[in-house]
Structures are given as C-alpha cells and as structure tokens.
C-alpha cells in the first residue's frame, strides 16, 4: 500500500491499459479519479474479461474511486476534471495521461496528406490533454510540493513507421516526450517528477482481435526479443515505478516499454 493516502487521477482510463493503470495504483492504494469521455466505452470493443466500469471496479477493490466524463484535450474540460477532483479529494498527487490514439483513417495519417481536422483531433488526443492536464494539477502538487506526472508516448514516438503512416500520432507522441523533459526541468524544485513511456505492441482484446489475430507470430514478425506481446499491466508496472519511491530520483526520462523491438 505505498501509495496510500495518495489520490491520482488517470485520463483514458475506461478500459485498456488506462484500466490497468487504475487496477494497479488501486492495490498500491490510492484514490482514483478516472477519466475518460466515455466510461463505458469498454462495451462497444468487446473486451472479454470486462464486465463492469472501472470505478465500479475499483470500488470493489476497497479504494474511494470517482468518474468524471470529459475530453481531457480541451483546456476548458481538462481545467474543470481537476477541480472536480480536487474538489473530492483536496487534491491530485499522481497524473497519468494515458488518453491519446489516432484519428481518422490510418492510410490517410502519412505528413504530406493528413486532413488538417485528423491532425488536429490526433494532436487534440495525445498531446494536448496531457499538456492542459499537467498544467491544470500542477499548482496543487506546487502547494504540497509534492506530485508525480506520467505521460504516455508510443515507439511511434521514437522511430518513424514504415512507409511514413501514423505520422500525425508519431507527430504527437513525440511532443510529448520533449513536453516531458520541459516540464520536468520546471517543476523539479517542487519534488515533482514528470516522466513518460513509449509502449509498443501490446496486447488488448481489441488488439488481438483485429490485428495480432491476423499474424501468424506477432512477436517474431515485430522482432520483440523477448517473444512476446506486452500486456496492459507490463506498461501499469513501469507507472508503479514512476509514481513509488522507486522512481524517487528519475524525472524527465522517457522508457520504452517493447521488449527489446526498439533497438538504440
């Protein structure tokens, strides 16, 4: 129960790996607020082995739990999710954005044609709302000059794809990484630490589904050395060490979370 007395609030967290950033920062013991703009979202992907809402969930789990609906890409909207939850709780400690993903057509997401409306609702997604979300806790980790920030980034991030697509969400993912060493140089005197990951091919009942079903061996066709899809909870672990006293001296770093298939 390291985190116990701790509340953290996680944005895109209805299912997923947000959900299994919930589940395991429930059973470190802290209070969760989770976000996302529909909390019951899981029912439309069909994701086998959830039957109930993660605060439902979470609450069954013995943690106090709220959620709030909202695009946390919209400053007006990220603004408002913090000072419901601050209202709740009397504060945020822990920032996990984990909401992103790509818009529009994925074979209409190359640099030189993306729609400027997929482009921006793509930067809306993953870069904004961690941007507007990580101002909007930032003064109440100032005032107990303490907080921990996680933000999420993909491989996409770090290599471009094959061929140039997905280039708006690599766009994305890799402002965010430098926006995580930016803010961890600011709010580094406040015992703030701001970090972030870079998962790569992780395996969701979505996932699985529609695409790693479709391959004969993922892993070995990703090159992943160690042979294996990632699941949720292998990236909800890397946040436990982020969010612990684990990670009490790390900040303004950014891990990939691949197995090995990212190779510099």
């Known amino acids: 129960?390291?985190?116990q007395g701790k509340v953290a609030l996680i944005t895109g967290a209805a299912r997923g790996i947000g959900r299994a950033h919930a589940h395991r920062l429930a059973r470190l013991g802290a209070d969760l607020v989770i976000n996302d703009i529909n909390l019951e979202s899981f029912k439309e992907f069909d994701d086998d082995d959830q039957k109930e809402n993660v605060v439902d969930e979470v609450r069954k789990m013995g943690i106090d739990a709220v959620g709030i609906e909202c695009h946390a890409g919209k400053?007006?909207?990220?603004?408002?999710?913090?000072?419901?939850?601050v209202a709740r709780f009397g504060k945020v400690d822990i920032l996990i954005n984990n909401a992103g993903g790509l818009a529009g057509d994925m074979?209409?997401?190359?640099?030189?044609s993306v729609s400027e409306e997929d482009l921006q609702s793509t930067l809306d997604r993953n870069l904004m709302s961690a941007i507007f979300c990580s101002q909007a806790v930032s003064e109440s980790m100032k005032k107990n000059n303490w907080g921990r920030i996680v933000n999420t980034a993909s491989q996409a991030g770090l290599q471009a794809q094959k061929n140039g697509i997905y280039a708006s969400y690599g766009v994305a993912k890799a402002g965010i990484i430098h926006y995580t060493r930016y803010l961890a140089q600011e709010l580094g005197r406040y015992n703030i630490t701001v970090n972030c990951m870079a998962p790569a091919y992780i395996s969701t009942p979505r996932l699985d589904k529609n695409v790693y079903s479709k391959m004969k061996d993922p892993a070995r066709q990703y090159g992943i050395p160690l042979g294996r899809l990632a699941t949720p909870d292998d990236v909800a672990k890397v946040v436990e060490f982020f969010v612990t006293d684990l990670g009490d001296y790390i900040t303004g770093q950014c891990l990939s979370v691949c197995g090995g298939a990212l190779k510099f």
């Open 1 to 3: 129960m390291k985190l």
């Open 75 to 85: 400053k007006d909207q990220a603004d408002d999710l913090v000072k419901k939850a």
């Open 107 to 112: 074979n209409q997401s190359f640099a030189a």
